[in-house]
């Protein structure tokens, strides 16, 4: 069973950037749907970003648009979100994720599974 590793998280300035990294072992990421999600002190955990297997599909939630950019290097097995202009409210703990993970154009979510230990994005001046 493919284990998924987040990482790449940090303390950013307001209009920062970062790039996260969801890293696989036990199995290849590269033909499957890849979501991230992040959850913020007292929130529920919300669907940021997902890529499809094919990778001819993304989906961003509406505040991250323009902002945000998934993708995936198939070659280091590895799916990236890009994150620039990061905001105070980017604050959370980020999580990626493949099991039951539905990702559509206008539409993510997972219905099921376990969440790794996530990385931490601060965004504070």
């Known amino acids: 069973q493919v284990q998924l590793v987040e990482s790449g998280g940090g303390l950013v300035q307001p209009g920062g950037s970062l790039r996260l990294s969801c890293s696989a072992s036990?199995?290849?990421?590269?033909?499957?749907?890849i979501g991230w999600f992040r959850q913020a002190p007292g929130k529920e955990r919300e669907g940021v970003s997902c890529i499809s297997s094919t990778d001819l599909t993304t989906y961003y939630t509406e505040s991250v648009k323009g902002r945000f950019t998934i993708s995936r290097d198939k070659a280091k097995n590895t799916v990236y979100l890009q994150m620039n202009s990061l905001k105070p409210e980017d604050t959370a703990v980020y999580y990626c994720?493949?099991?039951?993970?539905?990702?559509?154009?206008?539409?993510?979510?997972?219905?099921?599974?376990?969440w790794g230990q996530g990385t931490q994005v601060t965004v504070s001046s």
């Open positions: 036990g199995g290849t990421l590269g033909y499957r749907a």
């Open positions: 994720a493949t099991d039951f993970l539905i990702c559509y154009s206008d539409y993510m979510t997972r219905t099921s599974g376990s």
